[in-house]
Every structure is written in C-alpha cells, then in structure tokens.
C-alpha cells in the first residue's frame, strides 16, 4: 500500500521558471513532511520541512505548500535553475511509529533546461 | 562536521556469499535507520536503532538480513546468502530530533 503518491513521475521546466511537484498521503496521522532532494550517485539530502500546524513554509527559493483538509502538500521552486535538476522526494512520517521512519514517495525527476 | 559516512561505496557479491555494509553515523546522534533503495524508486524502511537498541525492524524483508549496532555508534547491515533481488542501494540515516541525515549509500550489485 503506497501511502505518499507522488506526482509527476518527470518534470521538465525552463530556466526561471517555477517547478512544482505534488505528494498526497493518506494516514492523518502522519504529522512531518520533509522533502529530499537527490543527485545520481548521491543520498538524499534535506530540503526543507513542514509540519500540520502551517500551511506553507518557504526557505530561499524553496516553498511548501500543506492543505491538511486535502491530505496534500507540494514543493515549489522558484526561479529553477539547471542546477536543480535533481530527483525530488517528498516523504512523510507520524509520532505514533515509534521508529519516525520516513515513507517516502515515488519521486520526481526535475530536468531544468537552460 | 562530517556527515554520515558508508563503506564500502559499491559492491559486487555472487549469488549466495554473504556481503557487510558500514554506517558510521553523525557523531552524537541518537537514532539511526537503515532504508533500501531499488532503482528509479524512493528510500524503502529497513530498520532502527535508538542507541543500541533496534526497536524496530518490521522492514526487514527476510531473515537474512540482520542488522547490529553493539556500541550505539556504528552500525552494520548483513546480509546473508544474497539473492539477486538484493541489489540495490543501502541508506544509512542519522538524526538527533526529526531531520534524517542521509548518507551516499551503498550500491551492492548481485550477480
């Protein structure tokens, strides 16, 4: 059972533009939502991260947008950068796992063209 | 502060031999967990320690895997008798609080 679907599979976006990568889960208990992002080769590194209790937070060109009602959050990147082209996970993990283990979603591989 | 660290970066293990893989974790940290990760999908839960303690181990996905952490500081994921469905990439994570830090994994190849 997939518990964080994550959309689109690809994503191709110009220089500048915005890049946005949607996740849906189901558990209302799930109550941390990070997003990782991963170069080929690489681990995942920590993006940024939102809990229930705001529904958007933004650091640089980075944002996170959280509808609780809708049981969706996404990512946004401003002004991409050919850099960004990356794999972007979105993930999801709640206080009553003790473990805190994150499950993620399928990812989205973000090509941004210059 | 250096990172989470894992060696060896690849390997390569015919069917059947049993194959180690290291995870030394942030310095300090507390928890760590131990994530699979098939090609072209997202990190897949193994297990996690607290300390020494592994207090859960549900994404094991047969017995021979087997993970230890004896001294609540570096840990070793085995696996025995490797198959070919093994291949993948193995993630160590640390965290203090809520953020997992990920190291560059491990690539084991089966052939």
């Known amino acids: 059972q997939q518990q964080v679907k994550q959309s689109p599979q690809s994503l191709i976006v110009q220089k500048g533009g915005i890049s946005i990568i949607n996740c849906a889960y189901e558990?209302?208990?799930?109550?941390?939502f990070p997003w990782y992002q991963q170069f080929p080769g690489k681990g995942p590194a920590l993006l940024i991260a939102i809990r229930p209790d705001v529904s958007e937070k933004k650091e640089g060109r980075f944002t996170i947008s959280f509808n609780k009602s809708a049981k969706q959050f996404s990512l946004h990147i401003m002004d991409s950068q050919p850099g960004d082209s990356a794999t972007y996970f979105c993930?999801?993990?709640?206080?009553?796992?003790?473990?805190?283990?994150?499950?993620f979603g399928s990812g989205t591989r973000l090509l941004v063209r210059p | 502060g250096a990172g989470v660290s894992q060696s060896p970066r690849y390997k390569v293990a015919k069917r059947g031999q049993d194959v180690a893989l290291r995870c030394d974790p942030i310095s300090g940290h507390v928890s760590l967990f131990w994530y699979q990760q098939a090609l072209g999908q997202g990190p897949e839960f193994l297990t996690y320690?607290?300390?020494?303690?592994?207090?859960?181990k549900s994404g094991l996905p047969s017995d021979r895997f087997f993970a230890e952490r004896p001294e609540g500081s570096v840990s070793t994921l085995k696996i025995q008798r490797t198959q070919q469905e093994d291949s993948a990439v193995y993630l160590c994570?640390?965290?203090?609080?809520?953020?997992?830090?990920f190291g560059p994994g491990t690539r084991l190849t089966v052939t």
């Open positions: 993930a999801a993990s709640h206080p009553l796992d003790s473990s805190y283990k994150l499950i």
């Open positions: 558990n209302t208990a799930f109550d941390y």
């Open positions: 320690f607290q300390n020494e303690a592994q207090l859960d």
């Open positions: 994570a640390s965290s203090l609080l809520d953020e997992q830090y």
